[in-house]
Structure formats: C-alpha cells, structure tokens
C-alpha cells in the first residue's frame, strides 16, 4: 500500500511539473509599455524633502575607499514617510549641536 501511494505521489509531482512547463510556454508575457508605465506611475505621489532654497536634499555615498562617490535624492511614497526622516534629521541635529557645546 505504501508502495502504491509512493508511486502515486512521485507520478503526481511529475505530471504536474510537465504540465506546468508546457503550460507556461503556451501561455502569453505580458509587460507594459514603457509609455503605459508612466501612464500608471503620473498618478502616484511622491514626496522629496528640499532646502530654502526648493533643492532636494541629497545624500553622498562613498566606497569603501572613500575614492568615488555617488551622490542620490531619497523619494518618499508617503507623507508620514517624510516626516519621519525629518524628525530623525531633526533630532540628529540637536544631538550635534548637544555635543558641540
């Protein structure tokens, strides 16, 4: 009986991967297009954090050499998301300016 079932499941896994990939092949990709990408992408916000001056703030990274570095724009997808990292900003500088004095 064991015997039987073994058998039964190893036949089932097996048929259901052949069927799968013969499935898949048939099966149409479908992708977007790059202009039906920005279609959908216009209506989602995002939010940048700028200066005075309405320049967004960036950030600079180096490697591990600190020879090349590359220098990048945080883009939030919500508001509380921004807020928060201008809380921690916030709070990083009164640590500063606490350590300074």
Known sequence: MRS???WGMKLGLLGTTLITSILIDIAPLLALSESEVVKKLNNTPCFLITNSNGLP???R???KDGKSSLSYTQVFMSIREAQSFIS???QQKNKLLKLQQ
């Open 4 to 6: 039987l079932v073994y």
């Open 57 to 59: 703030l960036t950030r």
């Open 61 to 63: 990274l180096s490697d």
């Open 88 to 90: 921690k900003l916030q």
